[in-house]
């Protein structure tokens, strides 16, 4: 272990330009990567770190140095408080900061804070009219099931393609029973396992008595010093009964204050002075359950104690300071280079304590936003935890001291949302980058639900973009029917996959009905957890289960409606094989109003407009009031009937405006595959009506029969569509850039990386000069490194 201090010498540094050497530009540049994330929730546990570390050490430090088990040259620092130069006092509050930066730079992807799976799941409780979801009445099933049974029925094909699409490891997003003959008994059993809690934060009796046993052996080498415990062990019956020992050790024993080491030396003196002073704390956290398991805890554990062992070993060899080495106060050791092993362990052990207090401190924040303590009365703890540092700290005790069960679906939605969403939207899976971890939460929720919602109304493709619906095969019946046949195989008719559109709509409607019900609102869950099992399709059930137990307190139903009735604009339009009937226009069918009216039901460029914002900018919409909800401390509650300031209502119509551009960048990138895929043309009639006599006529009919001409006279025009819409796109971004502004400051990085995510894509359709390929080309896609170095330009506001 012992290696002799290399004989290169060092120019000589002082205690404060180590740290500004050193310690401070490290952490310049991580908090400048990470400032844009840097919130409230960051804030109050550096803060506390700092205000711990500094209360906690101080005495301890002033103690130490009294004992001369290191010192200082006069000339290596400013000035001391007490024993401890100022320099240090800066060092009880850099170190934490340079701990949780690396942490939170490492972890900036992570979901869930903590590891979960393979924790034990709680007993379900039965009965209960609160969050239990178990005794659903057969008698609300049983409605449920007159009312929606033809849905059911149709469903059944979605099993396969869930397991399809959901990665295995995330297996099962919900709990199947195998089919019985006693449908209802089946249902209550799904429901009732569905509801398995766990506790995330179990008590860690064993990890706290091994620090206390760590700290009991700091307080032996302490107070018996080296040469009574080596004499101990050698003659242990004459050492014990020698009254010298026995006043030395009863002495110190007696008053700690006064303690005396050992006049001659005392080399356990400086490492066991550490083992007393850290256990008691570590001991305490780990009962209380923290522990160190994810991957960027080892890091931040790592690369802090590495760091600091080498700029301690620098500061050591540049005169700033000096460990006493030769065996009065210290075991004489050397790691490495001059590195005394009771400063490695004072490093690595202090590291170990931030990550641990760290990862602790995430894990009640996200116990707030997952299930926020109630507060005596109606109204749901903000799940923004309080600006104040004493209240912050109040709850997160709080929490600490009986921290909730999580339902274990909860968890496992979460991940399978999130994997769903990767696989799903390019532009999401980049943007959520410039997000916060708990925002990044309520995004995958209202995303995921958007998403899942908006596949069941548009699953006329498959994940290739292949059309299926059309004189396709669709398996009706299935593992989950009456009889528990296979069910046969039949074709459904266009009419047949319109009306089961409409009935998932109506499904989704009712949904909403119920997820913003009172009884729910009361956490009352059982009828909605029945509608679930019953109604749902099961690839759709992580992301309604998500939303009906995370999203309801924090964004008001009127978006979510506003989306609904976007797909209802979208079963407006005709099915594909209608579309090329009505688009068959050079076969001598006459144009008139009516035709036009029934090839779209966007007319205008209001209406596309009118589009665009109830499918995108309702999503801007929910994403704002996310933000002020999970950002701020004057949250947006249904208690308060969801009421803006006038100043908010003017950032949602700006933020509803820039999800228009966003979802116009999308329609003019689609405009070709769209009618391919699913027979839809989302420009505006009006801009083929007022072209030249024939020309409009002609440019619809090549677009809807011969979308994969690009080039020659008689090819669709793509360009004067799509780059007029880009147009459209880049007048309402800017007109609502600024409002960016206007959002809590975490939100503005998360929003910037959406807006020029999904911008990416219209930018490459520019610099195609508004050409756009049809399905059968490959969807114009922008590469994911692009995007990514477009997200990361504006996270940084550059
Ligand atoms: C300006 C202010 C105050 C706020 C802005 C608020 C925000 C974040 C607006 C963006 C809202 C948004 C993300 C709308 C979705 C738009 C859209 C075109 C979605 C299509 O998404 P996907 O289908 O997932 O796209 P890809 O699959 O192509 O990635």
């Known amino acids: 272990m012992a290696s002799p201090p290399s004989s290169i010498p060092l120019p000589s540094l002082t205690y404060f330009q180590v740290h500004l050497i050193f310690v401070i530009p490290p952490i310049l540049l991580l908090g400048y990567l990470y400032g844009p994330l840097f919130g409230r929730r960051d804030g109050i546990k550096v803060g506390w770190l700092m205000f711990m570390a500094t209360i906690w050490t101080t005495p301890w430090d002033n103690w130490i140095i009294s004992h001369a088990a290191w010192t200082y040259p006069p000339s290596s620092i400013l000035f001391k408080i007490y024993h401890v130069p100022v ?43 609160d969050d239990k979801g178990v005794g659903g009445e057969a008698k609300d099933e049983g409605e449920g099931e007159k009312d929606d049974g033809p849905e059911q029925e149709n469903e059944d094909e979605d099993e396969d393609e869930r397991k399809k699409s959901i990665p295995p490891s995330l297996s099962p997003t919900r709990i199947r029973t195998p089919p019985t003959r006693t449908s209802t008994s089946t249902r209550l059993r799904k429901t009732t396992i569905q509801e398995e809690r766990i506790q995330t934060l179990p008590r860690r009796p ?13 307080g032996i080498g302490l107070f018996i010093p080296l ?15 020698d009254p010298r020992n026995l006043g030395l050790v009863a002495r110190n024993l007696k008053s700690p204050l006064q303690y005396q080491p050992h006049p001659v030396e005392d080399r356990l003196f400086y490492l066991s002075a550490i083992l007393i002073w850290i256990s008691p704390v570590l001991a305490l956290l780990t009962a209380l359950g923290a522990k160190v398991d994810l991957p960027e805890d080892w890091i931040a554990w790592a690369v802090g104690t590495g760091w600091l062992w080498m700029v301690d070993t620098v500061a050591i060899r540049a005169g700033a300071w000096a460990i006493d080495t030769q065996g009065k106060r210290t075991l004489g050791w050397v790691l490495w280079r001059g590195l005394p092993v009771e400063e490695a362990v004072f490093f690595a052990i202090v590291s170990y304590l931030l990550v641990l207090s760290s990862s602790l401190i995430s894990h009640l924040h996200f116990l707030l936003l997952l299930a926020p303590p109630p507060t005596g009365g109606s109204v749901p703890t903000p799940r923004c935890p309080p600006a104040n540092p004493i209240r912050h700290i109040t709850l997160l005790t709080r929490l ?85 046949g296979e069910g046969e195989a039949r074709t459904l008719t266009l009419k047949e996959i319109g009306a089961r559109k409409q009935r998932r709509l109506g499904m989704m409607r009712r949904f909403l009905d119920l997820a913003y019900d ?18 749902v399709p099961s690839r759709a059930y992580s992301a309604f289960y998500l939303f009906s137990r995370l999203i309801v307190d924090l964004v008001p139903r009127r978006p979510f409606d506003d989306l609904l009735d976007g797909y209802q604009m979208d079963l407006e339009f005709p099915d594909k094989r209608e579309m090329l009937q009505l688009t068959r226009i050079g076969d001598g069918v006459e144009t008139g109003d009516t035709l036009w009216k029934r090839i779209s039901p966007i007319q205008t460029e209001a209406d596309l407009v009118l589009y665009a914002d109830r499918v995108a900018g309702s999503v801007a919409d929910m994403i704002i009031h996310l933000t002020w909800n999970v950002l701020t401390s004057d949250p947006v509650t249904a208690g308060k009937g969801w009421t803006l300031s006038p100043e908010r209502q003017e950032t949602l119509g700006q933020g509803r405006k820039m999800g228009q551009a966003l979802q116009l960048v999308n329609i003019a990138r689609d405009v070709r595959s769209d009618v391919e895929a699913i027979g839809r043309i989302y420009i505006p009639m009006q801009w083929f009506q007022t072209r030249s006599e024939g020309e409009g006529k002609k440019q619809i009919e090549m677009l809807a029969h011969r979308p994969r001409d690009l080039e020659g006279p008689d090819a669709f025009h793509a360009p004067s569509y799509t780059l007029r819409m880009l147009r459209m796109a880049e007048e309402l971004k800017s007109a609502s850039r600024d409002a960016i502004a206007d959002l809590p400051y975490t939100a503005r990085a998360g929003t910037r990386a959406m807006v020029a995510s999904y911008f990416e894509i219209g930018k490459e359709v520019e610099r195609r000069g508004g050409q756009v390929p049809s399905l059968e080309q490959g969807r114009l896609r922008v590469s994911k490194r692009r995007r990514l170095g477009a997200v990361l330009w504006s996270i940084w506001g550059l």
């Not at 340079?98 to 034990?120: D, E, K, M, S």
């Not at 059309?467 to 009706?476: D, G, H, M, Q």
Request: glycine share 12%; with cysteine.
């Open 87 to 129: 320099e240090e006092h800066l060092f009880f509050i850099l170190q934490p900061l340079l701990v949780v930066l690396v942490q939170a730079v490492a972890g900036v992807g992570r979901g869930i804070p903590f590891a979960w799976r393979g924790l034990p799941v709680m007993e379900a409780e039965g009965g209960g009219g």
């Open 400 to 484: 600490a001291l009986s921290p909730p069960p999580i339902p274990r679906q909860l968890l496992v939605s979460l991940e399978s949302s999130e994997a769903t969403l990767k696989a799903g939207s390019k532009s999401f899976s980049v943007a959520k980058l410039g997000w916060g971890r708990e925002m990044r939460c309520g995004l995958i929720a209202v995303y995921g639900w958007c998403r899942v919602t908006d596949d069941l109304i548009d699953d006329d493709h498959d994940e290739q973009g292949e059309v299926v619906s059309i004189e396709t095969k669709v398996k009706v019946g299935g593992s989950d029917d009456e009889d528990g």
């Open 518 to 535: 009172e009884t729910t609102a009361r956490g009352d869950f059982r009828q909605l957890d029945v509608f679930l099992d019953t109604q």
């Open 206 to 218: 064993l990890a706290g008595l091994f620090w206390l046993g760590v700290m009991t052996l700091g």
């Open 227 to 241: 040469p009574i415990l080596c004499d101990i062990v050698v003659h242990p019956v004459t050492t014990l009964t």
